[in-house]
């Protein structure tokens, strides 16, 4: 079946600096990927939707300029924590979907559990 | 977004069958329901989709109110590896975007 790999699974970092997420789905193409956050004890929070070779859109209330995203091909999203601060600490959770089938299946990665200190 | 109202918490023994109910009054004709889970510490897991008739698969049925205002999730013969947070999810077919619910936090008894 499908399978979307994140990287890495967690990380640690200062505040204020910045960190890479990536989401990559392995044997499919995703024209379109999206990005959640969760935090502990709460549900998944759509942040924005990736496009590839365009410009991600992203969902009220969520910081285009602080969570930067780049879909630069159909096979891999990326997610900049720009910034970093404690209260961006989250599991961050990328999801896709197979472009080239009618199945409506999203599949999600394994999220990547950050930690800012 | 359409919205869903599911129980926070239920409980199930092992090798029963487990009915998790969602009720979705606010669906659109078009909306598709789709079931996922969740395991603490990984990303969800799909389990099933319908849009007006019940389906099955491997791993559960669903079962669709003929108003479809509601939705059951039928697990047939609950294990301790069924123990997860379950979402019920409408997905409107124009933005083809998730957006999640509080779930459903299944605790399966041994």
């Known amino acids: 079946g499908a399978v979307v790999s994140q990287h890495p699974s967690w990380v640690i970092c200062k505040s204020g600096t910045s960190v890479k997420i990536e989401c990559r789905s392995l044997?499919?193409?995703?024209?379109?990927m999206f990005w959640y956050r969760q935090f502990p004890k709460q549900s998944l929070m759509l942040m924005a939707t990736s496009n590839e070779g365009s410009k991600a859109t992203y969902e009220q209330g969520v910081e285009k300029d602080k969570f930067l995203i780049n879909h630069a091909s159909l096979t891999l999203s990326t997610l900049t924590v720009t910034s970093a601060h404690p209260e961006d600490s989250s599991f961050y959770i990328c999801?896709?979907?197979?472009?080239?089938?009618?199945?409506?299946?999203?599949?999600f990665g394994s999220g990547t559990r950050l930690t800012v200190v | 977004d359409a919205k869903t109202t599911q129980p926070n918490s239920m409980e199930s023994n092992e090798e029963e069958p487990v009915h998790l109910p969602c009720n979705h009054s606010t669906i659109s004709g078009t909306d598709y329901i789709h079931w996922y889970r969740q395991l603490p510490s990984q990303g969800p897991e799909y389990v099933i989709h319908?849009?007006?008739s019940n389906v099955n698969n491997r791993m559960a049925s669903l079962a669709i109110a003929e108003d479809r205002k509601s939705s059951t999730l039928i697990l047939h013969r609950a294990t301790l590896r069924d123990a997860a947070v379950y979402y019920c999810?409408?997905?409107?077919?124009?933005?083809?975007?998730?957006?999640f619910g509080s779930g459903t936090k299944l605790n399966v008894k041994p």
């Open positions: 999810i409408l997905r409107d077919v124009s933005f083809n975007k998730f957006y």
């Open positions: 044997d499919f193409q995703a024209t379109t």
């Open positions: 999801s896709a979907r197979d472009s080239g089938t009618t199945n409506y299946g999203y599949t």
């Open positions: 319908g849009l007006t």
